[in-house]
């Protein structure tokens, strides 16, 4: 068989469905086999794209999704990629083609040490010299980026071993394994904490962003009551309509849930990864934090908890939910009042009638229409903290957004890759006019594969947060500002519908109407960003202390 084949066959019994990625003459081989596989070949126009398609694809179904690039150039733009997905925890396997090893007659033309480029970017890195070696080293791949914590894996066919042929090859089987259960002892200490606490909070992060992890972690706070509040890649893994919900720490301190936080004195940390900013700062004797994760804690200046409970997550919260009751010493009070004034914060400027709009209305008009399974896929951008904190996500990983290596230009892509996984359910790409240029060209990728797909693009002719944050330091705004082309054309020139909203009130319908009629729909909507320091570092500050 030759060994290209073989690489094929490793990827179907892997349970491989597509490949996203560019083509390149040093991995023809491979595009030939997979000519007669079942793996379907999605054509992008650049290698980013394809990563971010890939991550995506990972992250929504906990199994790697696939990139692919030739050498060189095309090697190197799979670089955000690898960051997005080791960052993010999100299983990924990227195949790369390079020159034969055997011997060249070209030089050092495209000649780039990949695998050693990928080293610091990836949990596991092979050049594959040996065609007898393919199965186990894709094996070992597909292990290593599913395993927890998930991330980016890569593969690097030469030429020459693609070709190379090899008898009777066995497939590794794929294996069945299990997380390691939490130790007695820690969860005997850690519900003696909590039992003990006065004022108790539940923080849910990243890693809690599992099927089984909801599940149980909606068992323990509706048997205990304990309030809760999420990291921004936490959201939705519990119903932010919930009752206990506290909100989310989009921003970085001053907001309601950070007073909620300095409150507590027992926090109970589900699944928050350190990749995150940080949702609190510990301090020294005011109180006690455990940490639940499926691997210990990475401890640092400003994370450094008391009590770890390593194992699987959902098996830890189920015990701990049998092994606690709610304790009469518990105070909630103080938890309450927060959660009613903020709740009456997330309100203001819900109707704004201002055009260009007001992001609170854009927040809201979205909510009002998305169904509970429609999925958001953010690009990065100003719009992220508002929609991370006002836009209450019902399900879990039904608003995607990157709080990891937090790069521009991955919403398109994702977007694209939640449209595919999840086909039947509305998904909707926010970008703006900044990182949406930086993966522009997918439309044509789009409107080829026939997707359903809305895309808004929150436009402010600007790098928006960028300059938000240059004015916070005080500085002049300075180097921030762009053009844009005519995006409704644009969108039109790719096949795509173009629409160019003209008032706050044409939003919505414009919005339904994108999605009734089907196909692909580009919304160029002028977005009003001054009140994000007013809002954002002021307004919000002076209410939350007030409480």
């Known amino acids: 068989m030759k060994a290209a084949v073989l690489f094929v066959k490793a990827l179907e019994a892997e349970g491989v469905r597509s490949i996203f990625g560019v083509p390149g003459e040093e991995n023809l081989d491979l595009v030939e086999a997979l000519r007669d596989s079942s793996i379907r070949l999605i054509v992008t126009r650049h290698e980013q794209a394809a990563g971010f398609m890939a991550a995506t694809w990972g992250r929504l179904t906990g199994e790697a999704g696939v990139a692919l690039s030739t050498l060189g150039p095309g090697a190197t733009n799979l670089v955000t990629a690898a960051a997005y997905a080791q960052l993010g925890a999100m299983p990924m396997l990227m195949i790369t083609g390079q020159k034969p090893i055997r011997e060249t007659k070209q030089g050092l033309f495209q000649l780039v040490d990949v695998v050693d480029m990928m080293q610091p970017l990836t949990k596991f890195t092979r050049q594959l010299v040996s065609a007898s070696t393919i199965p186990a080293r894709v094996r070992e791949a597909f292990r290593r980026a599913e395993e927890e914590r998930p991330g980016a894996v890569h593969l690097e066919l030469p030429e020459d071993i693609a070709r190379d042929h090899v008898d009777d090859p066995i497939l590794l089987p794929t294996e069945y394994a299990r997380r390691p259960a939490p130790d007695d002892a820690a969860l005997v200490q850690a519900a003696e904490a909590i039992s003990n606490a006065r004022h108790p909070i539940l923080m849910i992060g990243a890693a809690a962003n599992r099927q089984r992890t909801t599940v149980a972690l909606r068992a323990f706070i509706d048997k205990l009551g304990i309030p809760f509040f999420t990291t921004q890649m936490g959201k939705g ?97 103080y938890f309450d009042r927060v959660r009613v004034a903020f709740h009456a914060q997330l309100r203001v400027h819900a109707d704004d009638p201002r055009f260009p709009m007001h992001p609170v209305r854009v927040v809201d008009d979205t909510r009002r229409y998305m169904p509970d399974d429609g999925v958001l896929c953010l690009d990065n951008g100003m719009y992220k903290i508002w929609y991370a904190r006002y836009y209450r996500a019902r399900q879990p990983n039904t608003i995607l957004l990157d709080n990891a290596l937090a790069t521009m230009g991955a919403g398109l892509p994702s977007a694209m890759a939640a449209k595919m996984v999840y086909p039947e359910r509305k998904v909707l790409a926010i970008c703006g006019d900044g990182g949406f240029m930086m993966n522009a060209q997918e439309l044509e990728t789009c409107v080829r594969l026939k997707l359903d797909l809305v895309i808004l693009l929150l436009r402010d002719d600007a790098y928006g947060m960028i300059r938000w944050k240059q004015a916070e330091m005080g500085f002049s705004d300075y180097g921030m500002v762009f053009g844009n082309p005519d995006f409704v054309a644009f969108a039109e020139a790719h096949g795509a519908h173009g629409h160019r909203p003209d008032s706050a009130d044409a939003f919505l319908p414009t919005l339904k109407r994108a999605f009734d009629t089907g196909g692909v729909h580009l919304i160029d909507l002028v977005i009003d960003y001054s009140d994000n320091h007013p809002i954002l570092n002021e307004e919000i500050r002076r209410l939350s202390a007030a409480v």
Do not use: C
């Open 237 to 333: 893994v519990i119903d932010e309509d919930h009752p206990l919900w506290l909100g989310n720490a989009a921003l970085s301190d001053g907001d309601f849930v950070h007073r909620a936080i300095s409150a507590a004195d027992v926090i109970i940390n589900v699944g928050h990864d350190v990749v995150e900013k940080p949702p609190f700062f510990m301090q020294k004797g005011r109180r006690t934090v455990i940490h639940i994760n499926f691997s210990s804690a990475e401890v640092d200046a400003v994370y450094f908890p008391q009590i770890e409970v390593v194992g699987d997550i959902a098996h830890t919260v189920e015990r701990l939910t049998d092994a606690l009751q709610a304790q009469e010493q518990w105070d909630f009070a």
